[in-house]
């Protein structure tokens, strides 16, 4: 099947009716571990005869839009895009640039979260790691 024409669960969605338990071509994942999405935060700038209305028709049928910001700045939406693989990531930042009339579309992939609830001075942090250290 082309990329282009790819369907919900080519996409990394189950079909409906299935259970991802039963598929002996899945990894095997313990329940305690949690399942890694890979996201990517998008600025977009829409094309000058592009109306935002089509974008977002797009994103309500793309199974890859988690969320989306309207911006005023440089570029006109950000958009958050989710996937269970990098390969489907890209092809959902690949299709938002062609399809939702988009001109420019900016990438941003997410590494992982930072953690806020910790103390951001390592001087009082018990378990800092050992590569931050004090700049005085």
Known sequence: MSPWRMTRWERGDLPPGTDAD????EPAIRADEPQRRHEALVSVRLG????GSHLVEYLRHEPCAVAAWWIAADVDA????????MTVLHRAVAD???RAGVEVAVANY????LDLGTSADPRTAKDAPTWVVSAA
């Open 48 to 51: 000058p005869s592009a109306p």
């Open 78 to 85: 950000v958009v958050r895009l989710s996937a269970e693989s």
């Open 110 to 113: 997410i590494l992982r979260a």
């Open 22 to 25: 039963s598929d002996p071509g």
């Open 96 to 98: 938002l640039s062609r």
